[in-house]
């Protein structure tokens, strides 16, 4: 009687653990073993909560040890190193399959195959890998959840090999067979078998292939495949020129009238479709299916292909109230055809500056940020005229012409455009900006004279504090560009701001040769202004030690270490 009780409080017992376990399971799987979005070798839960405690342990240990393998391996762990982790995996794992042999689940006997042939993949010993695998389908074939990953793998360690010819003959019967075909890996051997096609110019074969992994079955179960698939299809159809099979794609799901949602699409699918151009069809498109001397006129004839498809959503954007940006962004993929072909446009899109539906605020923004393109693609004559437009057909405030003037001749002095930097000048009509203008374009030209009378301007003003200001940039521009220390250390004893202009000081005397006096402005520094202190006296000794002076130099260190609060 004790031991019936005994043994029903242990089913019970054994029954509430198995539900808790079930939910930690659950719990604790990945997120997208969880969302069923991506292949996984983890046991899925279902199989694991009907586990007795002993074949729990012994799973247990066997995942352990190929976990830490698996994750040495993440951290770029070298080969050698890598192989007698998996090795130890494998071994725990034929351990564990000899222990159970005769009493486990024919899931839990072929999952322990699986994961013996993942861990001998692991450990680069692929052909015992495709012996474990191949055992798996000989006598656990009904078990297709972890079946089909054999399969899959037996493909992968082929390829691995280097022997593709076999890998893909694999990956062809995995997909083709009913069964085996609508397993998550099945998505990633069609993308392989794609991928193959592809490289063998048949892009016919290679969209065919993609379009299958494009379902809501592989879409719910292999989400990166089917992303994967989809973006390669797309962009097969774009390069090949199938614009309206693209279109289909790219207006699935957007209502006809809803001219917001499809002119982002069309929007964002030109700037996708040029970055592909440059970063990836090169070698992808381009190297495989031409020769080398053919290349670049294919790319052109492409790029005049996208712009004449973008041309045609005009209507689109102006219903979508975006006639602005179409026409910048067709004027880019143009110029990137032909820059003559772009340079046509620039008039009309001056004309659709002045119309815009916007303040004069608005345009100037609009115009300014067009006049940075036309300046990226060395269109420097159009940005001027794009600016000039503004500066001249807009009713915008003066202080506004002038920041637009003063970023425009900042920009053109990058270029070493003086004279056009200079041609903005007339508006900035305040006095002072213009001051200040001239004297950062003719600093930047080298024209130090001319630079040199700007700040004297400013330094004459009546207001103090530009007065003030035009005195520091003056001392400066005497220290570090015309090197007349006598004037600069003049004007930093006129403003006489410590201890900042002291720190000005001692490098103009030090320059200048008058050691003396630097050791002087120094030792004052250390003397007066604690916080300087120990950088002064660390300068000094410095100095000290350049002049070859160095038991003073020691006696600064010294000090300096002497002061802990320093």
């Known amino acids: 009687m004790a031991n019936g009780v005994h043994d029903r409080r242990r089913c019970a017992g054994t029954g509430i653990l198995r539900g808790l376990l079930a939910l930690a399971v659950a719990v ?4 997208a073993l969880r969302a069923q979005e991506n292949w996984s070798w983890v046991l899925p839960g279902k199989i694991y909560q009907n586990l007795d405690f002993s074949e729990r342990a012994g799973i247990d240990r066997a995942l352990a040890v190929f976990r830490r393998a698996e994750e040495a391996e993440k951290r770029n762990t070298p080969v050698n190193d890598l192989i007698p982790l998996y090795r130890g995996a494998a071994a725990e794992w034929r351990k564990f ?11 839990i006997a072929a999952y322990s195959l699986f994961m013996q042939g993942l ?13 474990a695998y191949t055992e798996l389908l000989d006598y656990f074939l009904d078990e297709r959840w972890i079946s089909s990953a054999a399969l899959y793998h037996i493909g992968l360690a082929h390829l691995q090999n280097g022997d593709e010819r076999q890998g893909l003959k694999v990956y062809a019967t ?14 990633r051997a069609l993308n392989r078998l794609a991928a193959a096609r592809w490289r063998e110019k048949k892009s016919g074969e290679a969209g065919d292939y993609w379009r299958r992994v494009m379902t809501a079955h592989f879409k719910a179960v292999a989400r990166n495949d089917y992303n994967e698939s989809r973006d390669l299809y797309v962009q097969s159809l774009a390069v090949t020129g199938q614009w309206r099979a693209y279109e289909e794609l790219l207006f699935e799901g957007i209502h006809p009238e809803a001219v917001q949602k499809r002119a982002d ?7 996708w479709l040029r970055n592909r151009m440059y970063h990836f069809w090169p070698g992808w498109y381009y190297a495989v299916y031409f020769a080398e001397k053919e290349r670049e006129a294919k790319r052109a004839a492409w790029r005049k292909e996208l712009a004449t498809w973008f041309d045609s959503y005009q209507v689109l954007f102006a219903e979508a109230d975006r006639v602005w940006n179409h ?3 067709a004027f880019r993929v143009w110029h990137e055809y032909r820059a003559e072909e772009g340079a046509k446009r620039v008039p009309a899109i001056n004309k659709l500056l002045l119309g815009l539906k916007t303040d004069d605020a608005g345009k ?6 067009f006049a940075i393109i036309l300046w990226e693609c060395n269109m420097v004559d159009e940005a001027r005229a794009t600016i000039n437009t503004l500066l001249r057909g807009l009713k915008i405030d003066d202080a506004h012409k002038a920041r637009i003037a003063r970023d425009f001749a900042m920009t053109l002095c990058t270029r070493q455009l003086f004279g056009e930097a200079r041609a903005m000048l007339p508006f900035v009509k305040n006095a002072v900006d213009n001051l200040w203008l001239t004297f950062e374009i003719e600093n930047r030209a080298n024209q130090l004279p001319a630079a040199q009378l700007a700040l004297e301007g400013l330094v004459a003003s009546q207001d103090p504090a530009v007065s003030l200001a035009g005195k520091k940039r003056l001392a400066w521009f005497h220290k570090d560009r015309t090197r007349n220390y006598e004037k600069a250390v ?16 001692q490098e103009c005397y030090r320059r200048w040769g008058k050691k003396r006096e630097a050791y002087t402005v120094l030792t004052e520094l250390a003397s007066i202004f604690p916080a300087e202190a120990a950088r002064a006296v660390w300068v000094q000794g410095q100095y000290r030690e350049q002049d070859g002076e160095k038991d003073k130099a020691i006696a600064c260190y010294r000090r300096l270490l002497s002061q802990p609060e320093w």
Do not use: F, N
């Open 97 to 107: 399959q000899l222990q159970y042999e005769q009493t486990a689940s024919p899931a």
């Open 327 to 329: 026409a910048v962004l």
């Open 174 to 187: 995995l997909v083709e067979d009913p069964e085996h075909a609508k397993h998550p890996l099945a998505a």
């Open 119 to 131: 861990s001998l993949q692991g450990a680069r010993d692929r052909h015992a890998a495709i012996k």
């Open 28 to 31: 604790a799987a990945p997120r």
């Open 364 to 369: 100037a923004k609009y115009g300014w940020e």
């Open 490 to 505: 003049a004007l930093y004893l006129d403003i006489a701001q410590p201890p900042g202009t002291l720190w000005d000081l």
């Open 265 to 271: 699409a069309v929007q964002g699918a030109v700037e």
